[in-house]
């Protein structure tokens, strides 16, 4: 049976049915560009951040990993150029009032944007008639900070005015000296982090793509200015790799090697891993040299050295930092638009989730055939508290009868399911102690004795 082309109204019922992700504040009406984590989802977003952390962190010598502040000095934000220059276009439907991505609306035209100045998409949305979604005229463009503004202080007057962190790479930057002084790495050597971030984006949309509030896996991999070159082809296969382990489907993968112009102030090459979504091919992983320009910058503006000391020179450097780049919500969204699959099993059609084994968000589900039965109930609790207690990822389902339980854990991605039933009992004595597990991809049956059990389930 050939895949069916998965649409984002697919994926987003999904996530609501089965406890993935939440609009936020839902009871309320909801809030744009926000979104709540369910029990699966933040099975399957820890699942995708420990891949990441042991392949990026803990798999390597020279890479440490830190927990920066969601709230910076305004002035961190002044010398990384983000207070002056993190906006973008904005014009307002004429009749509804409501603002739009003028960008946005030019690619929807087929029109590329890059390196467009604001008179130059003005008249781009002119001479080409472009009107807001609703079909109505649009207004001059203008400026939309993206930055999400803040305050520390009792009272407006004496307040500090900051933002909330629009990205997680300058909070290791300014803490570069504070690593060199305690952990005293050798060059080239990474710092690591993850966590939340804030954009006030004027149009967020495409469910979990674009966001207001979202978590970013960011490495910041500093080097010598002469090995730049050869560690960004290293990150770029290692990028690769991981995106293959994690289960993205790599044939919807492309790499986009962004021109010189449309290039970030601080970037001297910079290559897009972009997927295909059901809404268009966009953007997933970044991978950036930012050379050494957050460096020179934080030294300039703060007057404290942020350079290297090498030890076998003695000289100072200021080291270029390769820079892998991904938000957590896009990967899972990625992630859920390769793993959704309906096929035929039985005689009857399915949603499955072909996600792999180490990224599920359950291993295994366990069962009694019949739940209104208590020593059949008692021996599935007894073999759903072993794995457990062994650090197996299981689930316990007794809701409905045994087929809609396995449609169930199909739809949600469980590789196995394991069916306590008489024959496990002793009804037939040659079957004692044993347990019927399922397969989801194939439908698949076989008896396993009960001590085998966690060995057949990590292989």
Not at 49 to 72: A, P, T
Not at 183 to 196: D, R
């Amino acid at each position: 049976m050939a895949k069916k082309p998965v649409s984002m109204e697919d994926i987003v019922s999904l996530a609501k049915r089965r406890g993935f992700v939440f609009q936020g504040s839902e009871i309320y009406g909801g809030l744009a560009g926000t979104f709540d984590y369910g029990p699966l989802g933040v099975a399957l977003r820890n699942n995708i951040v420990n891949s990441w952390k042991k392949h990026f962190i803990q798999d390597r010598e020279n890479v440490y990993e830190i927990d920066s502040s969601l709230i910076l000095s305004g002035e961190v934000w002044k010398a990384s150029g983000h207070a002056d220059g993190f906006i973008d276009p904005m014009v307002k439907d004429l009749e509804t009032g409501q603002n739009y991505r003028a960008d946005h609306l030019l690619e929807e035209a087929g029109i590329n944007p890059s390196g467009m100045s604001d008179a130059d998409i003005e008249k781009a949305i002119r001479d080409n008639g472009i009107k807001s979604p609703e079909g109505n005229e649009l207004g001059e463009v203008s400026h939309f900070y993206l930055m999400l503004p803040t305050q520390i202080g009792a009272a407006d007057e004496s307040a500090h005015h900051t933002y909330l962190r629009p990205e997680t790479a300058q909070g290791i930057f300014v803490n570069f000296k504070n690593i060199l002084d305690s952990v005293h790495p050798k060059l080239p050597f990474g710092i690591a982090q993850i966590g939340k971030a804030f954009r006030n984006e004027i149009t967020p949309r495409n469910f979990l793509f674009r966001v207001r509030e979202f978590e970013q896996m960011e490495l910041e991999y500093f080097t010598y200015p002469e090995q730049a070159k050869e560690d960004f082809e290293m990150w770029k296969k290692s990028i690769a790799f991981w995106m293959q382990e994690v289960g993205l489907d790599m044939s919807k993968v492309y790499e986009y090697e962004t021109p010189a112009e449309d290039l970030s102030h601080y970037s001297d090459r910079t290559v897009d891993f972009q997927f295909d979504f059901p809404f268009g091919r966009s953007e997933l992983y970044g991978l950036a040299n930012r050379t050494s320009y957050d460096l020179k910058q934080h030294t300039e503006k703060s007057g404290v050295s942020l350079e290297y000391l090498d030890a076998d020179t003695n000289m100072k450097i200021s080291p270029y930092v390769i820079e892998p780049s991904v938000g957590v919500g896009r990967v899972l969204l990625a992630l859920l638009l390769s793993a959704y699959d309906v096929d035929e099993l039985g005689g009857e059609e399915r949603i499955v989730l072909r996600l792999p084994k180490e990224i599920a968000p359950y291993r295994v589900a366990v069962s009694p055939l019949l739940k209104n039965k208590p020593e059949l109930v008692a021996k599935a609790r007894e073999v759903y508290l072993m794995l457990k207690k062994s650090g197996v990822r299981v689930a316990w389902d007794d809701n409905g009868n045994i087929g809609k339980r396995y449609r169930r854990q199909d739809e949600i991605g469980t590789p196995s399911c394991v069916v306590i039933d008489f024959d496990t009992l002793g009804e037939k004595p040659e079957l004692l102690d044993t347990v019927t597990v399922r397969d989801r991809d194939t439908g698949e049956q076989q008896r396993i004795h009960i001590s085998e059990l966690q060995s057949h389930l990590s292989a």
